[in-house]
């Protein structure tokens, strides 16, 4: 079977901190309990008129550029999301319009809360695997400010706004994807929804986050025949510093393999994971042949998980 990976990855953060101190000015917090039981110093905050389908446009065209193709060359476009623009046309169709990719490549949106990444690169990894198409943009991007109740601080110190993209296309016979994993358990529904504001039992969603992501990671990691110390380098969503540090200890991984980034972005949802990504490939925490699993979770509950060999 075509090998199929990552050949591109592009950001957008907007411009504007909203840090713990402002946040202590509208509600009953303080910076000291942000930091210490989320890890969350500060988060971008989207402009009025800075919609979930531009910040999706400005990573996509990043992980275009960075792909080194051009956006005719784009054969299907997926965007995760939970807060697109409009209940319809999809976010993925105006990025196709403004992104100069061509009429009649298709395009939808997936809906798998912060998970939804996961699920697009697994959705888009069938289709290049089967020849059908050679480049599929996939693009996380949320836009929580716009759905958070910001007296609610139980939920509005977590969130920040961002997009982050990627391009899947063939790689050579030993790199790219390895294995994946992807669930769902809808008996858990009721502990993070949406309607239309954001509610939350922080709690139940912890717990859960702590036993998923290295029961994911571990799974990915054993369906390719690797154990957890040929891990390279770890990308977990951003939700929780606290969640992270628990992964990292169940999995036993040195503090410099595991990615951090929700200290600045705060929880981006799916744009988490190809944010961190990008993060740390430009650090240069990511190389040629490097074990990486990006792995995720979300309201749904959702989760996911891939294994890659890095490079292309
Ligand atoms: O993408 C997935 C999205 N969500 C998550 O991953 C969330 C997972 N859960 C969490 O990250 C944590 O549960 C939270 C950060 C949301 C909460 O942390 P916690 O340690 O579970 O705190 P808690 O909800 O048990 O609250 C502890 C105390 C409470 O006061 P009392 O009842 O002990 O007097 C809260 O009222 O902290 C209080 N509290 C706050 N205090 C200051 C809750 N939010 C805040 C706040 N500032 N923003």
């Known amino acids: 079977m075509q090998s199929v990976g990552i050949v591109g990855v592009g950001t957008y953060l907007p411009e504007r901190i909203v840090t713990n101190y402002d946040l202590s000015e509208i509600i009953e917090t303080s910076d000291v309990w942000i930091r210490s039981r989320t890890g969350i110093r500060e988060r971008r905050i989207a402009e009025k008129d800075m919609l979930t389908a531009n910040m999706a446009v400005e990573a996509g065209k990043r992980a275009i550029d960075n792909a080194g193709i051009s956006p005719q060359d784009i054969g299907m476009i997926i965007v995760a999301t939970v807060t697109p623009d409009y209940a319809f046309p999809s976010v993925s169709c105006l990025v196709q319009e403004r992104l100069g990719v061509l009429s009649g490549t298709p395009a939808f949106d997936i809906s798998a809360a912060c998970t939804g990444f996961i699920y697009g690169i697994v959705t888009a990894m069938q289709y290049v695997q089967a020849g059908l198409y050679k480049y599929i943009l996939i693009v996380g991007a949320d836009k929580f400010s ?14 920040g706004d961002g997009a982050g993209a990627v391009v899947i296309g063939r790689v050579q016979k030993n790199r790219g994807i390895l294995s994946f994993d992807l669930g769902a358990d809808g008996t858990g529904s009721k502990h993070l929804l949406a ?9 139940e969603v912890f717990k859960f986050a702590v036993r998923q992501i290295p029961l994911s990671t571990e799974l990915v990691l054993k369906k390719c025949g690797l154990k957890k110390g040929d891990l390279d380098f770890l990308i977990p969503h951003q939700a929780n510093i606290r969640i992270i540090e628990g992964a990292r200890d169940r999995l036993g991984l040195h503090k410099d393999k595991i990615s ?12 988490s994971i190809p944010i961190s990504l990008a993060f740390e490939i430009e650090q240069g925490n990511i190389k040629d042949n490097d074990i990486v699993v990006l792995v995720g979770f979300g309201a749904g509950l959702t989760w996911g998980a891939v294994c890659l060999r890095w490079g292309t």
Request: a neutral charge; proline letters at 3%.
């Open 146 to 159: 716009s759905i958070i109740d910001w007296n609610d601080r139980n939920t509005s110190v977590l969130f």
């Open 195 to 203: 309607n239309p504001m954001v509610s939350m039992n922080g709690r």
């Open 260 to 271: 951090v980034t929700l200290d600045r972005f705060g929880n981006t949802s799916a744009a």
